[in-house]
């Protein structure tokens, strides 16, 4: 499947970026202090740990991928799927059994191909609607869990933010009574500094990515639920012009519906007068 960059991923990753670097160079007299390796690697290093004994290693292993499929965007095949459906409704209209395989051969999707082949087969509707609907659960359970890393990542990292925190403040005290004010200074920036990363982390990174995963899976959902519903007419052998109307209408927006209503009311008072 073609996959290009999410332009609204990056540009508000680009834009958070750029919007807090700017306040610290506006605002710091050295904006170096931010740079502190120590605070950095506690607040990385504990997300990714407390993660670890979160979940299985598999989910582990997989959140580099979901990361970057939360950047890119899948390219819509859903004219594509609706054009298909409505070819092989003509041919199953007209008794053409044998080009329905032929054409069956080129589809694109598998999950609408396996579905076609079912009812070539002669399986009973309610077990392809089951069969559907089972896979469409698996991909939302999966996809889900992928998301569900992030979001964990997001809760934990403003944890060890504080870990780190505290951890400069009870050094800043034990050092209170003996050393300078240069070694409390650097406990300070540490209690500090540990807080903003993992703020940054959470609110920049890992919770984005996760809303942006399952919003991607609702749009994955929707398009395998128009599918199942093209099985099912086609099933029942419905028209194809039947079939295009009714799979266009789960590519209409609401608004869209709401104003199409709107303008028909109009028509409608129009004529009456």
Known sequence: MIRRINP???????????????AIWATASD???????????????GTIAATLMSFPPRYIFRVWRS???????????????VNEVVRIAKLWHNAQIGKVETVLANIRSPFLRSGIQLIIDGASIDEIMDLLEWRITRLKAKEASEANVFRTMG?????????????????????????????????????????????????LIFKPVAAMLEERTKQRVRNLSMVVEAIHLLSEKRTPAYIRETLNS???????ELDDSRSFRLRVQEKLA
């Open 8 to 22: 609204s991923a990056v540009l508000g990753m680009i834009v958070g970026s750029v919007i807090v670097g700017a």
């Open 67 to 81: 990361f970057l499929v939360a950047l890119k965007n899948e390219r819509a095949y859903d004219t594509e799927d």
């Open 155 to 203: 809760m934990y990292a403003p944890a060890f933010g504080m870990l780190g925190t505290l951890l400069g403040l009870v050094n800043m005290l034990y050092d209170m009574g003996s050393e300078g004010l240069e070694l409390i200074g650097l406990n300070m920036a540490l209690a500090l500094i540990t807080t903003f990363y993992g703020l940054i982390l959470a609110n």
């Open 250 to 256: 789960f590519l209409t927006e609401y608004e869209d």
């Open 31 to 45: 904006a170096l202090v931010f740079i502190n390796i120590p605070g950095f690697a506690l607040v990385l290093g």
